[in-house]
């Protein structure tokens, strides 16, 4: 049965950084083909997608307030996917999820979050002083 794991949340002061993993366990499953997204969820607002890696490794990115500061990477060796979080704001404070979806037949990075299948089970990710 597949998994993902997220790691490395936690609290940090304004302008501080974070790198968050999202390994997936599970025979058979690769990240490297499959489209990864990273989604973020505020108090009080609806999930949003930040980014998604696809298999050749180029990105798309959904959030403009993070460009320039957030940086999605894949290990294909790892089988894991890391979003690194640089110059963090009060902001970006909420609960971060990866998820994934197999390439196949209609699927694609998207900003939805109905188009993935699998989902890690979230990081709270607190950027306070």
């Known amino acids: 049965q597949l998994q993902l794991v997220e790691s490395g949340g936690g609290l940090v002061q304004p302008g501080g950084s974070l790198e968050l993993s999202c390994a997936a366990s599970?025979?058979?499953?690769?990240?490297?083909?499959?489209?990864v997204a990273w989604f973020r969820q505020a108090p009080g607002k609806e999930r949003e997608a930040i980014s998604c890696i696809r298999p050749s490794l180029t990105i798309v990115h959904y959030e403009d307030s993070v460009q320039g500061r957030f940086t999605t990477s894949r290990s294909t060796d790892k089988n894991t996917v890391y979003l690194r979080m640089d110059r963090l704001e009060p902001g970006d404070t909420g609960v971060y999820y990866c998820?994934?979806?197999?390439?196949?037949?209609?699927?694609?990075?998207?900003?939805?979050?109905?188009?993935?299948?699998?989902w890690g089970q979230g990081t709270q990710d607190t950027v306070s002083s």
């Open positions: 599970g025979s058979g499953f690769a990240l490297s083909n499959s489209y």
């Open positions: 998820a994934a979806v197999r390439v196949g037949v209609g699927t694609r990075c998207a900003r939805v979050a109905d188009d993935y299948y699998y």
